[in-house]
């Protein structure tokens, strides 16, 4: 009886072990399905499902449980190269030369000195964008490889003339292969994702748009060519050069003409320090290019080598480090609603924190589905934790507190227009304007109204704008004038304070007090009334000669370079009420500088339109390029037509998009020193 009870008891615990093992391969299943899900969505659409912060939080448990249990379960990402962010770039598909295996990771400083033991080593950003593989052979680039799984990547050797940051060529006859990171800076990501109306469509990150970029097939690479892809060389895999020095490997890469990743050679010892100080850089904003984390690799290249591989990463290839995100609790205050082109944004407004070493006391919270998945709560009685992504963007990732559910609000907030809730592909629920007129789905007008062309006012940025149309401060042109109303409201917005909002507020009053009469006709999204046909209007009416003009209904078809067209476009402009209300309230609130009618402007373009694309050289830049153009009596345009009498590319014979449309239409295509041989003598780097 006592040996029956014995193996019963046994049985029993077998049975309990087995029941707990089955439940922990269900949790760790669910684990895997939820971070993968989120990893697809992260590289390889436009709406995250989950922040960085969760997911390494997830990713860790996982990976403790691997290690407690000894089970590893199918599409582990802890024994996987993520591909998701590649999925959708298109092309032949080749093994690599070798392998582009992961890094380990760690946050933890000390076991960055414990892997660099006695060994100098160097730190380096880790980049988040897509690592390239570079073959160079006899001096020239020979292709370009994804990093694909790590083992097989994607040939797209077609973008080598769009993609910035090394040379087709280089000072070296043997076999070269050079790997690094493609990516797009911050600057070009906002610019980007600015003048995509719908947020729906918009990236969610620099690294995801680097993905899309490089998706983009042979018939699109002046695409490519304008998002700025830049490579930053991170490692030279190969040479047939003695060079075992990882730095001096790094260094003859800068000779070589490459783009290479900032570094330091540290040891050990000094590893908290140095970690510290390129942390605080991140923190206080340097950065320009987006980066996730720190890699340390060993100097001697000859000992990383003789590493071994676990799973899919190289022992001593280098040692990742990412950082430990601060998190702080705070109270939410209220949820602020701002209207974008199409969406409606809540963000949430919290009582001040401090996060790695600013306040913070505002956080997008993306949409409707993200605050239910959150469990947003009522105001004053949701407590929330808050972290800075990646040390840059405050976002909100937890709710330890919640009573109720937030209210939505009645009426859009930059018109007073009727909402409504939509869902989108992604299944993401977001609240939208239904007014076809609303302010904010004119953001680009404003932004046209505010730059250097229009009104030229500093300080009102695109992210401004629509920050400012959202909290409904900007309802018409004239609103800009009248923005000193909001001065103590626009203090507290992120990204402003006392200075920043003053030095705002002078711009205003600089444009107010001495706009110019072409700038400011420019600036009012007068239907084709750009630059140059401003400058025809004010040259032939003068000013105020053309204001009188304008009232009285006058055509305008007899001043050359305008037509019965544009003539029309301009009167119809003037008899919407809309826009005749504004334009003379703009009168009233702004100086304009009065001008005389002048003689028909005379040069070497007169009569002949131009399509300007690709890099330029001996001009300052491509605006400096069509300002030449323009001043010597041509016209410039964006796309090849019939119009067209000549297309301008240094790269003469490139297979872009334009060079193509012009062959097709027997359009001459220019180098800029065949333009300047033909059209006159550029010169300097300042026109």
Known sequence: MERLIARLSIVCIQDRKDRAMNETETRMQEMIDRLNAASEAYYGGRDEIMSNFEWDALFDELTRLEEETGIILPDSPTQKVNTAAEDNIAGEKEAHEYPALSLAKTKKVEDLQEWAGERPVWLSWKLDGLTLVLTYDNGRLSKILTRGNGTVGTNITFMKTAIKGFPLNVEDRGHLVVRGEATISYPEFEKLNAAIEDPAERFANPRNLASGTLALDAKRLDEVRERNVTFNAFTLVHTEREIISWGARMDWLDSLGFTTVDRERTDAARLPETVAE????????????????????????????????????????????????????????????????????????????????????????????????????????????????????????????????????????????????????????????????????????????????????????????????????????????????????????????????????????????????????????????????????????????????????????????????????????????????????????????????????????????????????????????????????????????KKTSFLVNNDVESTSSKNVKARELGIPILSEEDFIARFGIYKGTDS
């Open 278 to 641: 390129w942390t605080r850089r991140v923190e206080e904003g340097e950065m320009q290019i987006p980066v996730d984390g720190l890699v340390i690799c060993y100097d001697d290249t000859a000992y990383a080598a003789t590493g071994s591989v676990t799973g899919h990463h190289a022992t001593r290839a280098g040692f990742a480090f990412k950082w430990q995100d601060e998190v702080a609790r705070s109270t939410l205050r209220h949820v602020e609603w701002s209207c974008g082109a199409t969406t409606i944004t809540p963000v949430a407004i919290f009582d001040p924190v401090q996060l790695e070493g600013t306040t913070v006391s505002r956080a997008s919270l993306v949409n409707l589905s993200e605050m239910d998945r959150l469990g947003i709560g009522e105001n004053d009685k949701t407590e929330i934790e808050v972290i800075k992504a990646n040390k840059i963007i405050p976002k909100v990732v937890g709710v330890t507190k919640a009573v109720g559910r937030y209210t939505l609000p009645d009426r859009c907030p930059a018109c007073e227009g009727a909402l409504s809730i939509a869902t989108g592909p992604s299944g993401a629920r977001t609240l939208k304007c239904a007014n076809p007129e609303c302010p904010a789905k004119n953001l680009k007008k404003y932004e046209r109204f505010v730059s250097k062309s229009g009104m030229d006012i500093d300080g009102l940025s695109i992210e401004t704008l629509r920050d400012f149309v959202g909290l409904g401060y900007i309802h018409s042109f004239a609103d800009v004038f009248r923005l000193e109303r909001y001065e103590e409201e626009i203090k507290t917005l992120e990204g402003f304070g006392q200075k920043s909002c003053e030095n705002l507020l002078a711009a205003i009053e600089k444009a107010r007090a001495g706009a110019d009469a072409v700038h400011f006709l420019n600036a009012l999204s007068i239907p084709q009334i750009g630059p140059d046909a401003a400058k025809r209007l004010v040259d032939a009416c003068g000013w105020p000669g053309f204001v009188e003009e304008l009232v009285k209904g006058t055509d305008f078809s007899g001043i050359s370079g305008l037509g019965p067209e544009r003539s029309a476009q301009i009167r119809n402009w003037y008899a919407d009420e809309k826009n005749k209300s504004v334009f003379q309230e703009l009168l009233e609130l702004v100086r304009i500088a009065p001008a005389d009618p002048v003689t028909e402007v005379v040069g070497t373009c007169v009569g002949l339109t131009f399509v300007i694309t690709g890099d330029v050289h001996h001009f300052k830049n491509r605006d400096a390029f069509k300002a030449y153009v323009v001043e010597n009596g041509g016209k410039v345009a964006g796309s090849v037509s």
